[in-house]
């Protein structure tokens, strides 16, 4: 008896090895995820069959994901070595989130990789050491002693490569199906994308390591001395001098589709139809996330050669515009600046201002607007204020804009969209356009009551945004095959006459060039540096859109 119970323990089982990958994925994905079941299971309202398919789809979708990228990977004599890992590391990361409420972003992996013994040591505990015993040590052992059996080459790529289609049509169907569910819940509930293991810290300590690449890089200067014209330069030593204002407006998540100055039916810009504002009907955006195209707008590089995180450690529009003694102020009701404005003074509104424009929660876009008046009554220096409004940014519309602006209904009131109407987002939707409407007109008139600045206001939106159409909702689609709505965004310009006189700039010559052609985000940089009179090196005048209908200094 105890000779058969020796020769079991020391046995050695064979299994196969798309059998194995199968077992790993469902061990990854399904048990070893137990604080993204949790979060899941709190914030997910199962009112419905539909809502029951979609939670059920969620752990299928991501093992499917995870057999896929094990097989792309773990290829013969690779496989012990890959699943050891992934299973002890995704151990003490499932014990980590579903205790302590750890989220495995970028700025936590940085802490793993800075930490010191003293303060990894004081997260050993008890319960610690037998959940990564059970959860990962056990498993990790009963692997090593497993055999994996492989077949002949050619039949075990067959099989990895017929595993992978497979894969892909699986998840690929899924996504098809509960387009608007993902979309949705990932957009109320953006932290989930640091539950779900092992992908949240595979990705999060590649993201690590290419930031930790970039920063060891020397800060790239295109031009160490831009410079203003001589006419028009303006110090505090020349106080009679007007200063030269651009109030520059970034936009969130607005599409051209939906202003009514493009064409769209509905009334949704009635306040700057009634301003003498210059519409820009066909521009396209550098991306359809936040994160690239606001970095990108203040770029030199063009949409197909811009790198987000190569681009971090090269100069851009604003610190150009700084060196050539600009003030600059950026402003900030969005989700942050993406480290554009990392050099240059920044004023961020905080949800729990004492502001009639903020309720503790969030804050509409008027709070950019507070005390500007005041600021700009001050100036004696050229000046640059960017205001990076939050617009219309999803999935919770309906916060984006005060109960005045509730025109269009019945519209969303929450921010799950899969329990709303199709008509019914669009509603919300119209209604922060129209709020964003009212916002730039303010800020116009705003500028109106300084007839002493020689000002300009530019808005354009970062990206634009899917409503339903052909089942696609949000943004942030690759943009070779996303549709229009999310690429083509709302450009508006004003400018003062004492501005245009100064600058002998036909207004009428940008209106016009301005319905007739297309641009991009590509244009901005280049554009603005000639709005605002800077010489600096990496100039295109073929990209400035106002440089065609400058008329020439004949004084010079």
């Not at 990932?186 to 595979?202: F, V």
């Not at 505090?236 to 969130?252: C, K």
């Not at 010559?509 to 940089?525: P, W």
Request: proline fraction near 4%; glycine fraction near 4%; charge should be neutral.
């Amino acid at each position: 008896m105890l000779k058969k119970t020796l020769a079991i323990l020391h046995a050695r089982p064979t299994l196969k090895s798309d059998r194995l990958l199968l077992i790993a994925a469902f061990y990854l994905g399904f048990c070893l995820n137990f604080s993204l079941w949790r979060y899941t299971a709190t914030y997910l309202d199962i009112d419905s069959l539909h809502t029951l398919a979609f939670a059920v789809s969620f752990p299928v979708l991501l093992m499917a994901t995870i057999l896929l990228l094990i097989n792309l990977f773990a290829w013969p004599y690779l496989v012990k070595p890959i699943l050891l890992a992934l299973i002890m590391i995704s151990s003490v990361a499932n014990f980590m989130m579903f205790n302590y409420g750890v989220l495995l972003d970028v700025s936590m992996i940085q802490n793993v990789f800075e930490t010191d013994t003293r303060e990894a040591f004081a997260l050993v505990s008890f319960t610690g050491i037998v959940w990564v015993f059970f959860t990962g040590v056990v498993p990790a052992l009963l692997l090593t002693r497993l055999n994996i059996q492989y077949r002949p080459a050619l039949r075990e790529a067959g099989i990895r490569v017929a595993s992978i289609l497979l894969c892909g049509v699986l998840a690929w169907g899924i996504l098809s199906v509960f387009y608007k569910d993902y979309a949705s819940f990932g957009r109320a509930h953006t932290e989930i994308k640091h539950l779900i293991s092992p992908i949240n810290y595979i990705f999060s300590t590649a993201r690590y390591l290419k930031r930790q690449s970039i920063a060891s890089r020397d800060f790239k200067i295109l031009d160490p001395h831009p410079k203003l014209a001589a006419s028009h330069e303006t110090s505090d030593e020349t106080p009679d001098a007007a200063p030269r204002v651009l109030v520059l407006v970034i936009g969130e998540t607005a599409r051209a589709s939906s202003f009514a100055l493009n064409g769209y039916a509905r009334p949704t810009n009635p306040q700057l139809s009634q301003e003498e504002v210059i519409n820009f009907s066909n521009v396209a955006s550098c991306g359809t996330a936040t994160a690239i195209s606001l970095p990108c707008i203040f770029s030199a590089k063009s949409r197909t050669e811009f790198s987000k995180d190569a681009e971090y450690k090269v100069q851009n529009l604003l610190d150009l515009l700084k060196l050539a003694n600009y003030d600059i102020l950026w402003r900030e009701n969005d989700a942050g600046c993406k480290s554009v404005c990392d050099r240059v003074p920044t004023e961020k509104i905080t949800v729990n201002l004492p502001s009639r424009f903020c309720d503790g929660h969030n804050c509409i876009d008027e709070a950019l607007l507070e005390n500007l008046d005041e600021h700009l009554a001050t100036l004696t220096r050229n000046t640059v204020i960017v205001l990076h409004a939050i617009g219309s940014h999803g999935p919770a519309y309906y916060e984006r804009y005060p109960e005045a602006f509730r025109q269009f209904t019945p519209d969303c009131r929450i921010a799950d969209l899969t329990r709303c109407s199709q008509a019914e987002i669009i509603n919300s939707y119209d209604n922060t356009i129209l709020y964003t409407d009212f916002f730039l007109a303010e800020a116009v008139r705003m500028l109106k009551r300084f007839p002493n600045l020689k000002s300009s206001l530019l808005y354009v939106s970062d990206h634009g945004e899917s409503l339903g159409e052909n089942g696609r909702y949000l943004h942030g689609m690759p943009y070779a095959i996303a549709p229009d709505n999310q690429k083509k965004v709302p450009m508006i310009f004003w400018l003062s006459e004492k501005q245009a006189k100064d600058d002998r700039l036909d207004a009428n010559c940008v209106r016009q060039h301005a319905a007739e052609n297309a641009y991009s985000h590509d244009n901005l940089f280049h554009s603005l540096l000639g709005l605002l009179r800077v010489d600096a090196k990496p100039y295109d005048d073929r990209l400035d859109i106002f440089g065609s209908c400058r008329k020439p200094d004949t004084t010079l």
